[in-house]
């Protein structure tokens, strides 16, 4: 399975960004994508993570009611809408797919990660 991030950048605070995962490879939906992200000196934390099928979503507490997480499925493509962007919301984003469906939603249990894209939101 392999996957691709883009959609990162540089946006004010309160701002919106969406970022986008192209997912490949044989069996990719039988893979729960989910979205990480690691700021300088902290560790890589979970964020969100959604199901192809079923429409399944999970999300870390202190994203909740801001960011949104759904598939086009049509396009093996899962997006990460960010709304009401803070500075504490700046780090390198990745997504990442899990055939135990995020049940632990622990870095280390991801099967495949794609590239990360940077996001940066000014004060």
């Known amino acids: 399975v392999q996957l691709q991030a883009s959609g990162g950048g540089l946006v004010e605070a309160g701002g919106s960004l969406t970022l986008s995962c192209v997912v490949s490879g044989p069996s990719f939906s039988n893979y729960a994508i989910g979205w990480f992200r690691q700021a300088p000196g902290s560790e890589r934390e979970f964020v969100a993570a959604?199901?192809?099928?079923?429409?399944?979503?999970g999300y870390a507490e202190n994203v909740k009611g801001r960011f949104t997480i759904f598939t086009e499925n049509a396009k093996h493509t899962v997006y990460l809408q960010m709304m009401y962007l803070k500075p504490e919301d700046s780090a390198v984003y990745s997504c990442?797919?899990?055939?135990?469906?995020?049940?632990?939603?622990?870095?280390?249990?991801?099967?495949?990660w794609g590239k990360g894209t940077q996001v940066t939101v000014s004060s």
């Open positions: 990442a797919a899990d055939i135990k469906q995020f049940r632990t939603r622990r870095p280390g249990d991801m099967d495949y």
């Open positions: 959604v199901t192809w099928f079923g429409d399944t979503k």
